[in-house]
């Protein structure tokens, strides 16, 4: 049963720093890896979607990478702004099309 | 725009009472629909895969005569919590596959239904 983990639960940066998320998962027999955004109360937002051939991926300051065979993903976001402030949530998403959630990054980025 | 309608976005019922929640592919038509729970500050959990025309397929320790789901057209799927109780206070949330295989693109998701149960 896949399993993913995402570490630190909370993160709290000044504006302007570069920081890094990470996301881990037990089972690496994946198609892709996704991150999320999560507003309060709001859905999801998709950020990038790595697919399990791929390395990396690169959406404007947000950089994505996937190590499938150490079971470990990062988002990168360069040069944070308040607006930046959301729960990140990484998925990663098997045969079955099913998507396993990690529980979230909390990040707030003062201004 | 939205590409997922979920409607309502907040609910409050008496327990024993139903409570029906709406989600709707505005752009696409979607054969296939998924269906999350998340309780705080825990990770979005799979409830179910709606399929249109047929039966709902259920995850593991999910009731399936508590949530009735529906999928009776290709743009909207119906979860219905039947006789609510306070335990079944949560987050819902709807999402359908931008294409016709959700491996290659990422899945859009409606903005959820927070259901509290009194």
């Known amino acids: 049963k896949q399993e993913v983990t995402q570490i630190p639960a909370a993160l709290s940066v000044p504006e302007g720093e570069n920081l890094v998320l990470n996301c881990s998962f037990t089972?690496?027999?994946?198609?892709?890896l996704q991150w999320f955004r999560q507003d309060p109360g709001k859905g999801l937002t998709s950020l990038l979607l790595?697919?399990?051939?791929?390395r990396e991926q690169t959406s404007g300051r947000l950089n994505a990478s996937l190590d499938k065979s150490s079971g470990r993903s990062t988002l990168y976001i360069a040069a944070s702004q308040p607006g930046d402030s959301a729960t990140y949530l990484c998925?990663?998403?098997?045969?079955?099309?099913?998507?396993?959630f990690g529980k979230g990054t909390k990040l707030t980025v003062n201004p | 725009g939205a590409v997922v309608s979920q409607h309502p976005s907040r609910v409050i019922c008496k327990s024993g009472t139903s409570v029906k929640i709406e989600c709707r592919s505005l752009d696409f038509q979607a054969t296939t629909m998924f269906w999350y729970r998340q309780f705080p500050k825990q990770s979005l959990m799979l409830m179910a895969t709606s399929n249109e025309g047929s039966k709902a397929t259920y995850e593991q320790g999910v009731e399936k005569d508590k949530f009735l789901i529906n999928h009776a057209s290709l743009t909207l799927s119906t979860l219905t919590v039947t006789s609510a109780h306070p335990e079944d206070s949560s987050f819902y949330i709807c999402s359908v596959a931008g294409s016709p295989s959700s491996y290659n693109s990422p899945l859009h998701f409606g903005n959820g239904t927070r259901l509290t149960v009194t």
């Open positions: 998925a990663s998403q098997g045969g079955s099309e099913k998507l396993v």
């Open positions: 089972d690496s027999a994946i198609y892709n």
């Open positions: 790595i697919q399990s051939s791929q």
